[in-house]
């Protein structure tokens, strides 16, 4: 009688959500080569609500764009669950961040031709979704932050925080496992960005999603489960809290 085979525990699955190594960005200035990043290392880690805090100008912004893969390294390599984004095509590219990430820019980026429910249905219209399907889904995320009543209303007829929440919808109504946002609160009152952090933390807790945010806001600090402080284009705390001189 032969030996049974030996059992094999099953292969876990790679907690880290992002991992950016040796990532450097250069730009030209005035006939000048100014390098923003240099060389940053970094894991996220599914489950988790992260932080980037800094001054302007510390590279914030150009890292998770580099991250949600909108703007290329100049050296470096980033995996978003475990995909070499800049090792695909420029097609294959695009449909990874519209079926994967969901980014909250910070200007808004609204199409000003066409209602709030509409924006916020973009990323599923783009991904195949029927439209009425679309719309329905995009106008119950707009119910969940509170604006459900401002669907049929075009940017120009909201308010700027009213905008960011369309903006907010927009990005996570495809229900994406990378959620990269700058600055998601900046334009609303304390209780509505209370709204917006609750439901964006609802997306991060999940052990198969995470959440990236660039803020300075100091009323939301105490929810994130980790901070990152960056300084002159590189990542100089790492923790749970911010330093007292960045508070």
């Keep these: 009688m032969s030996a049974a085979a030996p059992s ?9 959500a992002i991992r950016v190594q040796q990532v450097s960005r250069d730009f030209a200035a005035g006939g ?14 599914s489950g988790e609500l992260t932080y980037l805090v800094g001054e302007s100008g510390s590279g914030k912004t150009t890292l998770i764009s580099i991250i949600a893969g909108i703007l290329y390294p100049t050296e470096g390599e980033v995996e978003v669950f475990g995909t070499d984004l800049y090792s695909l095509t420029d097609r294959k590219l695009v449909e ?5 990430i969901g980014f909250i820019f910070q200007q808004y980026n609204l199409i000003p ?3 709030a429910a509409s924006n916020a249905a973009v990323p599923l219209i783009a991904g ?3 439209r009425a399907e679309a719309t329905e889904r995009a ?25 960011q929440r369309v903006a907010i919808a ?4 495809h229900e994406p496992r990378l959620v990269v946002c700058d600055e998601p609160t900046a334009a609303l009152d304390a209780r509505s960005g209370r709204t917006v952090m609750s439901l964006l933390r609802e997306v991060a807790v999940k052990p198969d ?7 300075h806001d100091n009323r939301i600090f105490d929810l994130a489960d980790r901070i990152l402080v960056m300084e002159d284009g590189r990542i100089t705390h790492d923790g749970t809290t911010v330093p007292s001189h960045e508070a």
């Design 8 to 16: 094999v525990a099953p292969a876990m699955a790679d907690p880290a």
């Design 32 to 45: 000048q080569v100014l390098r923003v990043l240099h060389g940053i290392d970094l894991e996220v880690r």
């Design 96 to 100: 990874f961040r519209l079926s994967t």
């Design 113 to 115: 031709t066409i209602d």
């Design 128 to 130: 195949g979704t029927p």
């Design 139 to 163: 106008q119950a995320m707009l119910e969940r932050l509170g604006i459900g009543d401002q669907g049929a209303k075009l940017p120009s007829q909201l308010s700027g925080g009213q905008q």
């Design 170 to 173: 927009r990005a996570l109504v």
């Design 209 to 215: 999603r995470s959440v990236i945010i660039v803020t």
